[in-house]
Every structure is written in C-alpha cells, then in structure tokens.
C-alpha cells in the first residue's frame, strides 16, 4: 500500500483517483506548496495533480519544479490538457498525463498509477538477490520493501506473511537472509539513501518518514549498517555501496539459489 | 503568467526519457501557440496512446474493455474534426484498426498513421507511429510491417535533418529487403540511403553501398537488381551536383527497369531536376510528362504536374506557363488541403519567376489557408518565406542555376525525349 500525495480540487477527480487505487493511501495537497511540503514531510512515492490546480499559476512551472527537486518521485499530470500544455509537460519532466476524456476510464487510470507507483528501488534489491537467496526469500523482501514507506515492524511483516514472528525468524535463517529486525533495519537504509538521491529531501526529513526519531537516530543507523555518514552517501555510487554491503551482509542459500533457476 | 516561457528554452528530452508518445508534440515547437496545429497534435497523441495500450502483451496485456473505451473516447475527438479532412479519416481508420486487438492490425494502423503524418509534414509525429510499429513487428517477427517501418523511420529522419540515425534505419531496411528479396523495397531503401549519405557529404559511400546491394539476390533478378543500383546512383549524382553521371546512371536504370517499376518514375524526376539545371528544357519536360501519365503514386503525378508549369516560368515562358497553371487550378478543386496547398506554393513560384507579382501573392496567400486549414506542419513557414520573398522582389533563389550542358548530356536528352514518346503512346 503506497502513499499518493494528490492535488486534486474538483471532488469528481478524486472519487476517479479513489476508483482506479483503491490499494493505496491518498494525502491531499491545497495547493502546489503544500504538495512539495507533503512529498519532504510524508513517504510519498507518487504524486497526482491537476495541472489547472490554482488559478493563476503555471502548472506547467510548478512540475518543473517539482520534478527537480524531486526527479525519483514520478508525477502524474491530470486534467484538461491542450497540445502546448503536453509539449511543456513533456520538457518539464511529468512521469506521464491522464487526460480529461480518460479519467472515467478506470482501468487506464489504474494501469497508470501502477507505473506511477512501481518501485525501482525493490527491483533493484531483488536483482542482486536473486544471486544470492531463492524466491521464496525474494518475495518476502519485496513484501518488506514495499511496506517500509509505511513504517512497517517485524511483527507486522511476519503478520502480513502469515506466520509468528519466531516462524519469521526461523524462516529468514533458513532462506539465507538476516535476521527480520537486521533485514528492515537495512531495507530502512536502502530506501531512505534512495530518497536521498532527491534534492528536495532533507536527512532530518527521511529520517521522520523512515520512523527514527531524529535526523540523528538515521544517522547513526547508516553508520552502524553501511558505516560512515549520510551526506557523502548522497549519490547513486553510495547507494550502490550500500546495496553491496546488504547483499554481503546476506548469509545466502546457494542451494535455494539453484532451485529458483 | 509570466510573459516569457521558461519551459520553451528548457532542450527537449530524449524519446526514452520522456512520457510515451510525446514526441508527437515535437512538431508543435516555436508554433505551440497556433491551435489548430496543437489540437490535431493530441489528437495523434490520443491515438498512438490508444495503438501503444492495445500492443502492450504480457504482464502489461490490458482489459480488452479499457482498450475500447480509451478507442471510443479518442473517436470521439477524432470526429471533431471537419467531415472530409483527410486526417479525420485516416486517424479514425487507425483507431478502428486498433481496436482488432491483433499484432499486425496494430502495426498496420501504426504504419498508416505515420505515412499521414509524414505527407501533412509532421516528422516527429510519423516518426513516434513509425517507432510504435516498428517495435510491435519486433516483438511480433513481423517482418513486412518491419520492413516499411525501417524504410518510413530511414526516409523521416533524412528529411528531418537526422543523417546519422536515417543511415541506420535505411541499412537495416536494405539488409532486411535483400533477406526477404523484396526488391520493391530494397529500390527504395537504397535510393534513399544513397540520397541520405550524398547529403551528408558521403557520396562514395552512398556509391559503395548501391554497388555492394542486391548481393544476395538470386541472378534471375539480376537485371532489376542493377537497375535498382542504377536509380540509387542517379538520385545520389543528381543531388551530389554530378548531373551527367546522374543521367547516365537514370538512362541505364530506365534501361533495365520496367516502366511499370514504380521507382522509374522517381528516376524520370530525378533526371527531370538534372536536365533544368543543364538548361534542356524540352527533355526535363517530357520526363514530367511522361510521370503525370504512369507514375502510380498520386503524390509523383502531382509533383511533375507542378514542375511542368515551372518549368515554362523558368523558362520565361509566361504564355505555356498559364496555360498550365489553368489545368493545374482545375486538378486543384477536387484535391485535400494538403495537395491544394502543394499546388499553390508551385504556381505561386512560377508566377513570382515570371514576374506575376499579384497572383504569385494570391496562389499563395491560397496556400496558406489551404495549409493552416489542413494543420500541415512544414508547409507554413515555406510559404511564409515565400511570401516575405516575393514583398523583397528576392526571387533570385527560385530561379536555378544553369551550367551548359555537354554533348553527352544532350545526347541522353535525345534519348529520354524518344523513351518519353514511346512510354507516353504505350499508355
């Protein structure tokens, strides 16, 4: 279930938005501020707005904007959109439009949200995963993957899984993977340096929507689980040092790995 | 708003990085504020987003229900378009298409759209519904539409100033053509390619490579292969500025050709172009008649009618010239806003060559109409030169540059003026 920052005044573009994803939570922007202000503050990994939003503004301006300072949250453009408002659109980086006479259309809204809300960061993981465990693990660190924007904890994992936590457990040592503590704890990691590959995210702010504390709580996370501080991690390249060590830090099943080819 | 644009100067994306289709809106830049231009360009953005949906298979394979909704809503806008505009129509025949659901009607649509596109100047737009095409005849091993689609993505990037990537596409269509012996294709592959590395300053390579085809050919075609050579070497020596080689190289293509090889008429105005720039003007003259009477594409027939009213301006002819334009304005009433404003930009360049300044602004105040009512992308700003050309007087640019021709070339002449007789009568 993934967080949807939306702006949408009109009340029929809602109830169309709550149609095609019914699987996800929606916060609802006032304005164009309030969505930026929303998307620094919450875990959002999608954002949906009326281009038309605010009278008197440029919409077009305002996802441009958005965009870079945002350039890994895909935006959904929305509403009655002349062919020079799609040419700018285009320019400004949306992620991709509905257009007004498709907005009845559910499943076509649907299948956009569904772009809109993938998750690069889970492909990513079980890319490198899948050297290492089988799919069984794989599934149930996709399934954490996606419910760590909600702040999920290991009893919430191991409840989703239908297991016990000590199933859970069990479970994670003979698949090859951390402990379930260990695997959200790096799985927290990974996605908030992914966030922090934004410009408009702040370590205090990812920090919040992970669940610590304080901008200090994640920092002294990373160091215990990547080592080192978050600002030089700021890049795709400490991403990517950090999905390296979570791969290490994988006890690893070469029996399972087998099986799953 | 601000009174400036700050999106304008932002550089466009590249396809990949951009939402699906948008390249279609590519044609609308430094004219985004015109509408009819920006409504037909989401117009072709609501279709291509209808053919992309209906191709998706796999895990993307989407409700056959949605599809036909999303068919039906963009019908609907299709419709608003005036009754009779050609675009309404081929743009609806696409979407009905699309609706099939099938990999070849997918294709099929995708092709018929981007050759509307390409005719109404839009080359961005031809070149998204030729890319959509192109990549369902992958996925599908659809070898005929990839074919087409290699040719048409070859031919819109050429015109569109893209050399580099025209080049790919174009071998890959030739090596296809050769693989799949569709000699058809492979004549026009290869003439555009040659055409493609002449302009890009590469007429060896453009040489080498009309030498090296057809290769795989078996001999029984061996004739039609060269002849093919031939015609690709022509269109290569004429846009090179190498006129005589280009005459020599089209006599042996008409040589070896059938007359009813639609590529002869492409050799017959090729030569015709080479022979006004050699001053013979009697021999370019046959050429164009000879296209009006056998060319089976409407478009050829139409080009060497205009250019055969030209051609007398040119030749300070005003009398012929008239005379031509009278049968040209007739053939003018029955066609599309498209073939209208073709065929006044061509009467509004002879009458500026003779001197006919009121009518010349006439024809093609004409043109413009007939352009922006149609929503052609390049016509517009040709005419609008045009236009600024004629209030300077600076018809200079019109007129060609003639180099005397050689015995030789005089003596090709006097052979395609017999072939054009002979062909004319045969019709």
């Known amino acids: 279930m993934a967080l949807i920052a939306a702006l949408l005044p009109k009340e029929a573009d809602r109830l169309a938005l709550g149609a095609a994803a019914p699987g996800h939570r929606t916060a609802w922007a ?6 930026d202000q929303l998307v620094k503050r919450e875990p959002v990994v999608a ?34 959109l002349t062919g020079r408002d799609l040419l700018r659109l285009g320019k400004a980086g949306a992620t991709d439009v509905v257009l007004d006479e498709e907005m009845a259309n559910v499943g076509l809204v649907a299948e956009r949200v569904a772009d809109a809300t993938g998750d690069s960061l889970a492909d990513e ?3 490198r995963l899948a050297a290492v465990v089988g799919p069984e693990a794989r599934e149930l660190v996709r399934l954490a993957g996606t419910r760590i924007p909600a702040g999920v904890q290991v009893p919430d994992l191991a409840s989703s899984h239908g297991v016990s936590v000590s199933t859970l457990e069990r479970r994670c040592e003979q698949w090859g993977l951390p402990t379930p503590g260990h695997l959200l704890l790096w799985l927290r990691i990974l996605y908030g340096l992914h966030w922090l590959l934004e410009p408009g995210r702040s370590v205090e702010s990812v920090g919040r929507q992970l669940g610590y504390s304080s901008g200090a709580a994640f920092r002294r996370a990373i160091k215990v689980t990547v080592g080192g501080r978050p600002t030089p991690l700021r890049n ?11 791969i290490a830090a994988c006890p690893g099943d070469p029996a399972a790995v087998g099986e799953g080819r | 708003m601000a009174r400036y644009d700050r999106i304008a100067r932002i550089e466009p994306p590249p396809r990949s990085h951009a939402f699906p289709a948008w390249l279609v809106f590519r044609d609308l830049e430094g004219r985004e504020r015109e509408p009819e231009l920006s409504r037909r360009a989401r117009l072709r953005f609501l279709v291509l987003r209808c053919l ?3 191709a998706g298979g796999g895990e993307r394979r989407p409700e056959p229900d949605s599809v036909a909704q999303q068919v039906a809503a963009a019908q609907h806008r299709v419709a608003d378009l005036p009754a009779g505009d050609r675009e309404r129509e081929a743009l609806s025949r696409c979407l009905d298409r699309a609706s099939a659901l099938t990999p070849v009607a997918i294709a099929d649509a995708a092709l018929t759209g981007g050759a509307g596109c390409e005719r109404n100047g839009h080359g961005h737009a031809a070149e998204e519904f030729h890319l959509t095409a192109l990549q369902v005849a992958e996925t599908h ?4 539409q990839r074919l087409v689609a290699l040719l048409s993505l070859g031919r819109v990037c050429g015109a569109r100033g893209d050399p580099g990537r025209a080049r790919t596409y174009l071998e890959s269509a030739v090596a296809l053509a050769e ?15 040659a055409v493609t590395l002449a302009g890009a300053g590469d007429p060896e390579g453009g040489r080498s490579v009309a030498a090296a085809a057809g290769g795989g050919i078996p001999k029984a075609y061996q004739d039609r292969v060269d002849g093919l050579r031939a015609a690709a070497v022509c269109a290569l020596e004429v846009a090179a500025g190498r006129l005589e080689a280009g005459l020599q190289a089209g006599w042996r293509a008409v040589e070896l050709l059938s007359f009813r090889d639609p590529l002869v008429s492409r050799v017959l105005l090729d030569v015709a172009s080479a022979f006004r720039r050699l001053g013979l003007r009697e021999a370019a003259e046959s050429c164009y008649r000879a296209v009006t009477r056998s060319a089976a594409r409407e478009e050829l027939r139409r080009a060497a009618r205009i250019e055969y009213a030209v051609v007398a301006a040119e030749a300070g002819d005003p009398a012929a010239f008239r005379e031509r334009r009278k049968t040209l304005l007739e053939a003018a009433a029955s066609e599309d806003g498209h073939g209208a404003a073709t065929i006044q930009i061509g009467l509004g360049r002879g009458a500026m060559l003779i001197d006919d300044l009121d009518d010349a602004r006439s024809h093609l105040r004409l043109a413009l109409a007939a352009a922006r009512g149609a929503g052609l992308g390049d016509a517009v700003p040709v005419i609008e030169e045009l236009l600024s050309d004629l209030e300077r007087r600076a018809d200079r640019a019109l007129r060609v540059v003639v ?10 002449a006097a052979r395609f003026a017999s072939v054009g007789r002979e062909q004319v009568a045969s019709v």
Do not use: C
Not at chain 1, 30 to 35: F, G, M, S, T
Not at chain 1, 65 to 76: D, E, K, N, Q, V
Not at chain 1, 236 to 246: I, K, M, P, V
Not at chain 2, 141 to 144: F, G, S
């Open chain 2, 141 to 144: 091993d659809l070898r005929e």
């Open chain 2, 403 to 412: 180099t005397p021709a050689t015995d030789g070339a005089r003596s090709i």
């Open chain 1, 30 to 35: 006032r304005n164009w501020r309030d969505l």
């Open chain 2, 52 to 54: 992309q949906r209906a």
């Open chain 1, 236 to 246: 795709r390249q400490g991403l990517l040092t950090a999905l390296d060590a979570f």
């Open chain 2, 179 to 193: 693989a799949e012996r569709d000699l058809g294709v492979l004549g026009d592959a290869l003439r555009e390619l």
């Open chain 1, 125 to 127: 993981v079980d890319r």
């Open chain 1, 47 to 80: 954002v949906v707005a009326d281009l038309h939003a605010e009278r008197g503004k440029d919409g077009v301006l305002r996802v441009y904007r958005f965009s870079r300072r945002y350039p890994l949250t895909p935006i959904l453009v929305w509403g009655h």
